[in-house]
């Protein structure tokens, strides 16, 4: 996953367009890569998966799309609405002898403009 | 309602003082972990565990212990804190290993070492 430093990287969206987050990841074992939304003073929450052998996966208003030829994850969100404001999270699962772990970068926070 | 609770959701401490923070979901899962968020770093595993009496390390397990003598419970003992463990923890689950990507995540417990 990646590490950003002490300050998140912040993307601002107007209401009603879309949005891209990016990921960049190292492990090229990594068998599952993970989308998670934490919104202020809250636990994470799952919003989305996709397996290393997929490249694009379709959920409500999501799509995740992975390239491994970069080690590059992205997560679209369709029309933004004021709820989607929160940190976003990828994650992976290391495989090979680390595959019960779950490791996550350091998050993008979103913000919703109306 | 499904869910997972934290216990405590707030503790001041002084260093060396042994504590635990109380972890348990009813919804049957398997697999269960706890984490540490720190500002910019994102959330780090700690421990996990894929079943009862099964558990292991995952990123940044050094002064932390667990167990998991029933399947609903998975404490976290610290058994002499130090200021560098002031952090967010999360305890979360899932509903196996096969699916230990979609987790359900507690409320969080704030821990402050002094």
């Known amino acids: 996953g990646e590490s950003v430093g002490l300050h998140l990287p912040t993307l601002s969206v107007q209401e009603g367009d879309n949005s891209i987050i990016n990921c960049a990841y190292s492990n090229s074992a990594s068998d599952y890569f993970i989308w998670y939304k934490q919104e202020s003073g809250k636990g994470p929450q799952f919003i989305i998966d996709i397996r290393s052998n997929m490249d694009k996966r379709q959920g409500q208003r999501v799509t995740v799309l992975l390239n491994k030829t970069v080690k590059h994850l992205s997560l679209q969100i369709a029309a933004t609405q004021p709820g989607d404001s929160a940190v976003y999270f990828c994650?992976?699962?290391?495989?090979?002898?680390?595959?019960?772990?779950?490791?996550f970068g350091a998050g993008t926070q979103v913000v919703v403009t109306p | 309602e499904a869910q997972v609770t934290q216990n405590p959701r707030y503790l001041i401490t002084v260093t060396g003082k042994k504590l635990t923070v109380t972890c348990s979901q009813n919804?049957?899962?398997?697999?269960m972990s706890w984490y540490r968020q720190d500002p910019g770093l994102g959330l780090r595993q700690i421990y996990y565990?894929?079943?009862?009496?099964?558990?292991d390390k995952g990123d940044v397990p050094e002064g932390y212990k667990v167990s998991r003598k029933e399947k609903r419970n998975f404490p976290l003992i610290l058994e002499s804190p130090s200021p560098n463990q002031t952090s967010l923890y999360f305890c979360?689950?899932?509903?196996?290993?096969?699916?230990?990507?979609?987790?359900?995540f507690g409320p969080g417990t704030r821990l402050t070492v002094t």
């Open positions: 979360a689950s899932s509903l196996s290993m096969g699916k230990r990507y979609e987790q359900y």
């Open positions: 994650a992976e699962t290391p495989g090979g002898d680390s595959w019960g772990k779950l490791q």
């Open positions: 919804m049957n899962h398997e697999y």
């Open positions: 565990s894929m079943n009862v009496e099964v558990t």
